[in-house]
Structures are given as structure tokens and as C-alpha cells.
């Protein structure tokens, strides 16, 4: 009843949220500059990609907590940078396009105008003067730029960084190529008269191999539907993720990024990172380290006998090699592919085609291969191997062929079993019956000169007869690839590059930003052009403009420096923002990125780096993955034949079908029976068997997603409990880095929470606030909060923080606490969780300005120290009651007092005390007699 008679005094979540939202916006609350005289704080999300759909209640769970962090930060007194953008080029953008007609940039648009809706909606305190898109001209002028920087660079292995390549140029017209140590192509040796007579074709096509930006033949994922390339992510099982088209692996010229060349830079600088070492172990395995050597192995298609460079880590295991394998995409496979054999590896290719190389790499029980024919001599033994081609191996590691060793690699010995292909083991004693042995000790035997060292001996011992004897060099090699930059499609940036006389040639960095010009299609031309061969006088000083687009991590791969100077005209950042903002403190994102996007980035920046445009070699310094809220799906049972559903509890006793069900019009797993008749045309005259007066759901967890209609929309939740009250849920739920279920059961519960904050303030008559002084029991139960939620936000352990708020305010409220001393604070702590109800109650308490720039309240300790301690009273070592004493009471005291206590006098009982006994702080033992 109270409730209903205090309306006016109650806590109107809407009316407060719009308030100081409104304030914010009007205010530029958020708005962060440079100001030397705050140390800096840089805040960062891994910004969206916006969908028609908008966001769901899993979204912004990395959104609030890097909102809370960063709120925290500014409340200890940093100049916090905390921006949003939108990743707005891609394929789904353009799909759509195709479909309805409507140009990409107008359903973009729209989406945007959807997510920065529900995003003002949840409070987030983004600096949004800072914001960007991808498909901006004005920002994607710099993703062009930053192209042409690459495409202008060689990368030096000596110096071990980005150079000019006028540099470059420079050495080959004194010196040729002899001195030069360079990450780059195939290239012959040159001398300077042979550099200083080729023709500017020749020059070009040379420099080709060496720069950082540059185009080569790649094998690639291909899908003629769509008309163009996908990235790994974008394929699943030989079909496009967007359409489920076929996708191919075909070999094409793209532009690519000399990624590789960074390989080991981007692997050693991840130790002085604060990343989980999960992450970086993935990061490692996707660099792929290995140490090993080149070998050369004579090789023969039976007319003509050839040179075939190998990698191994092993070449103490050249003994065991009993056939060879080269990756479908080698160029190896025409030279060693027989007549006889040419059907078959024909048609083994083609089916090769369809997987893309992550697939490749993971499928690891499926054995396949053709025998190419050939044969290939083993340099230490002399024995012929057969060569045989198989998508086991990968051309991208290594040369893309390798020497198998079965009896000591399990994908070897896999394909030796199925192909009976010889076995022969190198340490003593080993079992090879079943698997391989591939335990890295032992001592080796039928190894020749190697025979009776250990593995650890022979591993050194075998690189150096390598080299001794010309057959090969110890090689660092690499799993990282380098990236394909290109895609055959419309909305994304397009190259600043031209063709003068088939030259690939650099616009002038004054013409930028080159806008994607308007075409009738988004689809590729009838000769097969990408989409951009359809615009009209698509030329630069006459030439042709080059028709492919830059792929989607182009844009998200240094937008964290453009927040830094977001309207800067003349440079991507000054030097000024770079110095002060200079890398990326906090970010908050997904595992989904945590290869490529991330190795991208890096790589960007430290090219960047290398040229001198950015002062820090590593962008992110402490990263954070959090987990993923998980739909929590409803089901109806529906008795077969019929329209007609049972509740879960009866559904044992009746045929049913299970149906998803919308848990939009589901309260703690009940049906609302109306809004399911509502729901879809089909169930209009639906008919329920109840159990108890209610429709009991089913559930289970499951990916929220559309088609399993268990998708939450944060506007629901914020329409019926307040955007504060989502923030601290969706907090509550459980830590932030763990996946875990969306279930609205425990809402009400922090619902009330907020309500009983707001009744610490006002009571029937209006506000109660008092300036009397603060109990020590209101000062111990702040202080501890203090401590606690400080920690726990350090620590991004915010559910227990939450945890902690409620702790804390159901023992103020026991203490009938209105308080200014406590209330103060106590708002301050909670404005990073929930800011709105936090302003409002801060305005209450007399304040002007926003509680954003308030101080974090100090923890004192004395305040949560114990005054009392609680002593077990024992009689002849029997615990009959406890007394509280102060801690500090002295044991005599303690005698005296609890020899004068009533309850003594009853278990003595007329006996006589011997002896009392004070363990301090713990235990009074009487002995009796």
C-alpha cells in the first residue's frame, strides 16, 4: 500500500534517466581533452559491426564494463578517453544491397541511428564527439593513407623495421642486391649495372616483391556467387557463412600485406603485455614459431630432375623419411604430376579447392591424398621416397612440401597407415604399433651417424652436418601468413591505386580521400569484374583505378589512434595526441578476435611505429576478453495433430513436439497465454493444459539468436526496470570474462536493490537526509564497501561488487542510516554501476555539477577494524555460551567479567572455580570442582 501512496516520492527510473541523459548530451559531460595536468586514461571497446537487428541484452555486457571502469577511473581523478565508432563496411551491408536495391551507405546509416538509440539509452559515458565510421570518406582517407605508407616501405630484417623503399632503391642502384637482407619474394640475384639497365616495368615489377603493401598470386577463398573473396571466418564447411554459396580455394593475384615480415616482432613483444596468457597463447600458436632447418631434396619426374627445398624442425629424423607431401597448392604438383597420375590429381585438386586452410588445419582425423607420381631422393640415405600430394599440408608453412616421418608424427603415420607406406622408427625401443611415437628423448638408432646420441644431442648434430655438407641451413620459420588485403566487392575502401602503362601506380597523397564512386549494381560486371568495374570513368589522370576494395579489418585495424585526433585534417594523429593519449590503457572485446584483428592491429601499428607516426610499439596495453551472455531458450509442447499445448510437467503423458517460444511474453518460465495467441497467426485459437493454473516452459541454454526466439531486447528491460537496473544485472550475472545464461529470474532482486538505495533518501514525507555524525556501525559498514568495491573494480570482479552494494545497504538500512556522511559516498561508489539514479541522488544531496567528477570516496581501515571479539565461555572444556568482550579488554578483566556473569553462576552450580583460563579474543575455560 505504501508503495501506491508514495508514487510521487518513489524512484521513477524514466523520468531520471531521460533527465541525465539529456544533461550529459547538453553538457558534453564526456568530453575528453588533452590536459597535461591529469595523468591520461585510454578506455577502449572493440566497436561494432551495425546489423539491422540492433543490439541484444549480450552486447553491451563489454560496454557497461568498460563504462564502469572508465567512470571509476575519472572518479580517482584521470582524464579518461573513452570513445565509440562503428566497423561499418563488410559484406552483410552489401548483400542487403543486393537484395533490396538500397544503396549500402542508407541501410548503414540506419542501423547506426538504431545502435546509438539503445546504446544513449544504457548511459554509456562515450565521448561521442569522437566518433567514426568506417565508410566515412574522412576516415577511411587514412586507411588509404596508411596503405600507401605500406606500399612505399621495404621491410629491412637487419635493422628490423620499415624503411623507405627510395632507400631501397637507392642500394640497388650503388650496391644490387648482394648486401640487402630483406623480407620479400622469390627474387635472382642482382648487381647494380643489372638494377641500373632494367626498364621501369622491370624496376617495378621487382620492387613488387619487397614492398610491405604489394600484390602477388595467393591461393585464396573464392566464391563465384558472390563474386568474391571471404576471409576463413567467413567460410564453414566449403560454403559461404552469408548465403551458404560454394567457396573454392583458388589461386589469384590480390594485393596482400607483408604481415610475416613482423612475424617475430609480434611474437616477443607479446611478453611485456597485460594479457591473459590464454590469449596470448593463442597469439602464439597463430604466429607459429618454429626453429629448424631448409634442406634440399633432389627430385625427379622421370624426364627432368629438379631441386626441392624443404622445411623441417627435425632434421635429425632424415633417416626415418619414407615419402614426401606437397599442399594441393604447390607449385611443385605440375612439375612432379606424372602423365599417368594426371587424372587423379586433377580430381583430388578439385576437391581440395572446396576447404578452406583453417579447415585444413583442424580436420585432423580425415586422411586423403593422390600419389603425384614422382619420386624424391633422401639427401642422407640415398633411398627414393614417393612424393605424394595431400591438403594435410599447408602451402603457406614452410615451402608447402614436406618430408614425412611417420613413425614419429601422428598426421605422417596417419597417412603411412592408410596408404601403406613404410614406417621406420629412429629411438630405441619405441611402439609404434598403434601410433607414433613422438616423444622428443631417447636415444636414436638407425640413424647412421647419429646413432646412440640422444635426441637432444642429435637435433644440433643433424643442422650442422646439414650445412657442413651444402645440403641445407638452420632457418626460423613461421606459421603467420601474409594478409590478403583485397576483395572483389563494392562497399568497402578502395584503393588509392592506379595503372599507368600496367604499372601499379600511388595516387598523390593530395587526392585523397578516393570516394567510392556510385555503379547501377553491387554485383560483379558480366565479364566478371568486381562491382567497382561497373562505375563510369573509373580513372585516375586517364588510367585505370584499380576495381578491388580493402576487406573489413582494413578499417578497425588502427581506428584506436584515430580517437586519439579524431578531426585532425592533415595527419591520421598529431604527435601532440599520439604523446599524450599514446596507446590503448583498457580493452574490452570478444575472443573472436583475439587472431586476426589483433595481430592486424599490431602489425599496423608497429609499421607506423617503424616511419615514426605513433611513439609506442604495441597499441593494447591490457586486454580483456569477457564472456558471452548466453540465450536462455523457452519451449511450449505442443500434443501432436493438434493446437493444443501442455505444460512441462504434464508432457510425459502425451506425444508432443517441442516449439521455441518467445521469451519475450515468458516470466519465470510462464506462459503469458494471451500474448502466445497473439504471438503468430497460427497459434490464434491455441488451447493449454495447465498445470496448477499456470503454463509451465520448458528451457534450455543456447546461443541467443533470432531463430531460436531468445533474443532479449536491452529496450524491453529498460522500458520495464531502467537502464540502471540492466547495467547492474547484466554485472550480477556472474564474472566478466565467463560465458554465462541470460535468465531474468534475479532482476526483480537487483530492481529492489536500486529501490532501497532510494528509500535510504526519502520516506513518506519527502527527503530524509540528516547531517548528523555517522555511528562507528554506518562508518564500518561504508568503509568496508569502500574497500571492497575498489578492489573488485581493479580486479573486473564486478559481480561481487554488486554483491557488495547489497550487502552494504541492506546493514544501513537495518541501521535506519539517512545519513550525509555515509550517503555522500555511498552515491559516489555506485555512479560508475548506476549512474543515473547516482546523479539524481547526488543533485538531492545539494550538488551542482555532475557526480562524474566527483572523488572516489578514501578507504580508512581503523574504521572496519573489530572493536569487539566474541569469546567461547567453556566449563571443564564444555562450551555452554559466548560473551562479546572489546578486543582490547585485558585478561583480568576478562576473568573478572565472566566470573560475574549470571550464566556463570548457573553451570557452577555451587561448585568451586579452580582455575579460569583467557585464550585472548577466543575461548574462557572454567574449571570447576
Known sequence: MWDFILVHMDYNFKEIEQKWQAYWAANHTFKAEIDSSKPKYYVLDMFPYPSGAGLHVGHPLGYIASDIYSRYKRLCGFNVLHPMGYDAFGLPAEQYAIQTGQHPAVTTEKNIARYREQMDRIGFSYDWSREVRTCDPEYYKWTQWAFLQMFGSWYDNQQQKARPIAELEDIFAREGSAGVDAACGDVEPFTAEQWNAFTEAQKAALLMQYRIAYQGETAVNWCPALGTVLANDEVKEGYSVRGGHPVEQKKMTQWQLRVSAYAGRLLDDLEDLDWTDSLKDMQRNWIGKSQGAEMIFKVSNGSQEYDMTI????????????????????????????PEQKEAVQAYLAQAKKKTERERMTETKKVSGVFSGSYAVNPLTGGKVPVWISEYVLAGYGTGAIMAVPA????????ARHFNLPVIPLIEGCDFSESSFDAKEGIMCNSGFLDGMTVKEAIPAAIDYVEKHGIGRRKVNYRLRDAIFSR?????????????????????????????????????????????GRAKDWTYEGYPIELSTMPGFAGSSAYYLRYMDTHNTQALVSREADEYWRDVDLYIGGTEHATGHLIYSR??????????????????RKLINQGMIQGRSNFVYRIINTNTFVSLGLKDQYETTEIHVDVNIVRNDRLDLEAFRNWMPDFADAEFILEDGEYICGWAIEKMSKSMFNVVNPDMICDTYGADTLRLYEMFLGPLEQSKPWDTKGIDGVNRFLRKVWRMFYDRDGLIISDEKASSDELKSLHKLIGK????????????????????????????????????????????????????????????????????????EAYTIENNCTYAVSFNGKTRFTVELPVDMPREEVDAHVRGMEQTMKYVAGGNIVKVIVVPGKIVNIVVK
Open 311 to 338: 622445411f623441417t624442425t627435425r632434421a635429425d629424423t632424415v633417416f626415418g623419411v619414407t615419402f614426401m607431401v606437397l599442399a594441393p597448392e604447390s607449385e611443385w604438383v605440375d612439375v612432379l604430376t606424372t
Open 408 to 415: 614419429h608424427d601422428s598426421r605422417d603415420y596417419a597417412f
Open 488 to 532: 572483389q566487392r563494392y562497399w568497402g575502401e578502395p584503393f588509392p591505386m592506379y595503372f599507368k602503362d600496367g604499372i601499379a601506380t600511388p595516387m598523390s597523397l593530395e587526392d585523397l580521400p578516393l570516394e567510392l564512386p556510385e555503379v547501377d549494381k553491387f554485383l560483379p560486371t558480366e565479364s566478371g569484374e568486381p562491382p567497382l
Open 603 to 620: 602489425f599496423w601499428n608497429k609499421f607506423l611505429f617503424d616511419l615514426g607516426y605513433v611513439c609506442e610499439k604495441e597499441p593494447f
Open 789 to 860: 568495491v575498489r578492489a573488485d573494480i581493479e580486479a573486473f570482479s564486478f559481480n561481487t561488487a554488486v554483491s557488495a552494494f547489497m550487502i552494504a545497504v541492506n546493514e544501513l538500512t537495518d541501521l535506519k542510516c539517512s545519513k550525509r556522511e555515509i550517503l555522500e559516498p555511498l552515491v559516489i561508489l555506485l555512479s560508475p554501476f548506476a549512474p543515473h539514479i547516482a546523479e539524481e541522488l547526488w543533485s538531492v544531496l545539494g550538488h551542482d555539477e555532475s557526480i562524474t567528477y566527483a572523488e572516489f570516496p578514501e578507504y580508512v
